[in-house]
């Protein structure tokens, strides 16, 4: 899923940063700031492409749910796979767990959810 590939993208660097000295807790702020301006280009780069495909195939209303599941979808997976090493390295646990397939796992599942949750709020499901 979208979440998984902006999650191993987002969660190395921190990561590494935070084994090498690089990067230290006070830094997390800021380096989230810079993925997240990154995983919002990528997602509207990302939606963009998506809501075409959703009109030809669907309605403005379908493309619209898509649109907006993307953007939120890469923005969730950006802020845990930044935040994850900062947290796991604030209880004493190796950042490098951040990776785990656990929490791709979650990342995937709160990707579900998020299209669930805007598919029926748009879609008059449920």
Same mark, same amino acid.
């Given at each position: 899923?979208?979440?998984?590939? #902006?999650?191993?993208?987002?969660? /190395? ?34 939606? #963009? ?12 209303? #379908? ?5 907006? +599941?993307?953007? +939120? ?5 950006? #802020?845990?796979?930044?935040?994850? /090493? !900062? ?7 190796? /950042?490098?767990?951040?990776?785990? /397939?656990?929490?791709? +796992? ?13 598919? +029926?709020? !748009?879609?008059?499901?449920?």
């Amino acid at each position: 899923m979208v979440s998984l590939r #902006v999650l191993i993208l987002a969660s /190395p660097s921190a990561a590494s940063g935070l084994a090498t000295g690089d990067v230290v807790m006070r830094d997390c702020f800021s380096l989230l700031g810079r993925e997240a301006l990154v995983a919002l280009m990528l997602g509207a780069t990302m939606a #963009v492409a998506i809501s075409i495909i959703g009109y030809i195939r669907g309605d403005a209303v #379908v493309s619209l749910v898509l649109a907006l +599941s993307m953007m +939120s979808v890469v923005m969730i997976g950006c #802020v845990i796979g930044m935040s994850l /090493p !900062f947290v796991l390295n604030k209880l004493g646990f190796d /950042p490098a767990a951040a990776s785990a /397939p656990l929490i791709i +796992s979650v990342c995937d599942a709160s990707g579900v959810l998020i299209y669930l949750f805007v598919a +029926s709020k !748009f879609l008059a499901i449920g």
